[in-house]
């Protein structure tokens, strides 16, 4: 399998309520916004180190069980260089002013969650069927880009009432070719 390095490509839409399959994800993708400008260096996968607790002997002075409370947040985050008003009411929120010339900020925050599909450099996939995203404006070599940190949170249930998984992986030799 080829190795999972960088990140390409990046879209975003509404939470899933399926599992994601190879053979969906260029209709899933239609159906998404595509991230059309990322500033160079910003675009990253990251997971957290699991939260562990450790049992201490008390005679010897060493762990004797570990316990894994957490498994680490997975985070996808970029900074888009170029966006509409629109990514910005859609991604931080706001209200759209003049027919989408324009912006305004709100006091009130809000939470919002999206689908996330990354493909990487080596042509692979990443889905996050539910992330939390939070969007706040990036200082980046002078622009003002809208960056985004997109964290994989529990995934809604399917209509059967199985739970979807918060992140899937796919080989991309297996996709069918994404416009």
């Known amino acids: 399998m080829k190795p999972f390095i ?12 399926e599992v994601p399959t190879i053979a969906g ?15 160079e260096g910003t675009w ?23 316990d894994v409370t957490n498994m680490g947040n997975k985070t996808i985050a970029f900074t888009m260089g170029e966006y509409e ?16 010339e324009g912006w305004a900020s709100t006091s009130v ?11 990487t450099k080596t042509g692979n996939f990443i ?19 809208l960056g985004v940190t997109a964290v994989a949170m529990d995934a809604e249930k399917q209509e059967d009432g199985t739970k979807l998984a918060a992140e899937y992986r796919f080989k991309g030799d297996k996709v069918a070719a994404i416009a």
Do not use: C
């Not at 010897?60 to 570990?66: E, S």
């Not at 889905?127 to 880009?145: C, P, Y």
């Open 6 to 17: 960088g990140l390409k490509r990046i879209w975003y839409g509404a939470p899933l309520t």
């Open 25 to 39: 994800l260029p209709d899933l993708v239609k159906t998404m916004t595509e991230v059309t400008n990322v500033h």
């Open 44 to 66: 990253s996968y990251t997971q957290d180190d699991p939260a562990t607790t450790d049992y201490i002997n008390m005679l010897t002075g060493q762990p004797y069980y570990r």
């Open 85 to 100: 008003f629109s990514d910005l009411v859609t991604l931080q929120g706001g209200e759209s002013l003049e027919d989408g």
């Open 109 to 119: 925050p809000q939470l919002f969650y999206k689908a996330i599909v990354a493909q």
């Open 127 to 145: 889905v996050f069927s539910n992330a939390g995203i939070i969007a706040k404006t990036n200082a980046a070599e002078q622009n003002l880009g």
